[in-house]
């Protein structure tokens, strides 16, 4: 059984523009690739030009919706140049000043704990309880899962749950995963969280480790049958394809 949002996402690319249609089937294509592409991928997934679609992915870029980088080359030559998409509803400038922002913040913590993950870790506890819905009748796990779902999707984790017991957590988008290359401890507030959040809602679950794969923009979490509360949850994270 999976388990998605209840509600439409819009992240406002598909706009009123004559290109609005393709760039939305750029955009998605982007999000939802295991891995950047290239122009050439893009052009031949999407049915355009080559030109046309370098037209759209930098359109996408100044946009904040994609970012552009340029792989490294073991042989001469210009170096490849991919794109990933982005967090939905965010210009350039926000998601520069939020990504700064956290970069910021993480350097401070890092420079003062000496366990900044077990730090990270408690900190997300106490954000999960106080984002969770708080419903004034106890909920049932397909409840509380789909609560978590929303929640998660609201910030933009593109969260599904996958299989009944125990469920899988699929997260196919991080939204701090710039910021996760230099801090991986920031998975550890994410994970406290969820696990906050499973807590608050009286579930009988528990997010007990997390595989990031950065590289494909997404995360798979296992769940546990378990009430009691773990210290912290084991993080695997990983740049590159093994």
């Known amino acids: 059984m999976a388990v998605k949002v209840d509600h439409p996402v819009f992240d406002g690319t598909t706009g009123r523009g004559d290109h609005a249609g393709r760039r939305t089937h750029v955009i998605k294509l982007l ?19 080559l030109n046309t679609a370098r037209y759209h992915l930098e359109a996408l870029v100044d946009a904040g ?10 042989t001469p030559g210009r170096p490849k140049v991919t794109y990933m998409g982005t967090l939905p509803n965010q210009t350039h ?10 970069e910021f913040v993480c350097a401070a913590i890092a420079q ?5 993950g077990d730090w990270m870790y408690n900190v997300g506890l106490e954000c999960g309880k106080y984002i969770s819905c708080h419903p004034e009748e106890p909920l049932d796990e397909a ?43 920031v998975c550890q507030l994410h994970a406290g969280m969820i696990n906050g959040s499973l807590e608050e809602m009286g579930s009988g679950y528990r997010l007990t480790q997390l595989k990031v794969q950065l590289y494909a923009h997404k995360c798979e ?9 773990l210290p912290r949850v084991q993080v695997e994270v990983r740049a590159k394809p093994v």
Request: with cysteine; charged share 30%; glycine share 4%.
């Open 31 to 49: 999000r939802d690739a295991k891995e950047p592409l290239t122009v050439e991928q893009v052009a031949k997934k999407v049915g355009l030009p």
């Open 65 to 74: 919706l994609a970012v552009r980088e340029a792989q490294s080359r073991t």
């Open 93 to 102: 400038e926000r998601e520069q000043a939020f990504r700064l922002l956290a």
């Open 112 to 116: 003062h704990n000496e366990n900044a």
């Open 143 to 185: 409840q509380v899962m789909r609560a978590l779902i929303n929640k998660l999707d609201a910030m933009w984790f593109a969260p599904e749950l996958i299989g009944a017991d125990p469920p899988k957590l699929m997260m196919h988008n991080c939204p701090f995963a710039e910021t996760t290359r230099r801090y991986p401890m």
């Open 221 to 229: 979490g296992e769940l546990s049958k378990t009430k009691a509360r």
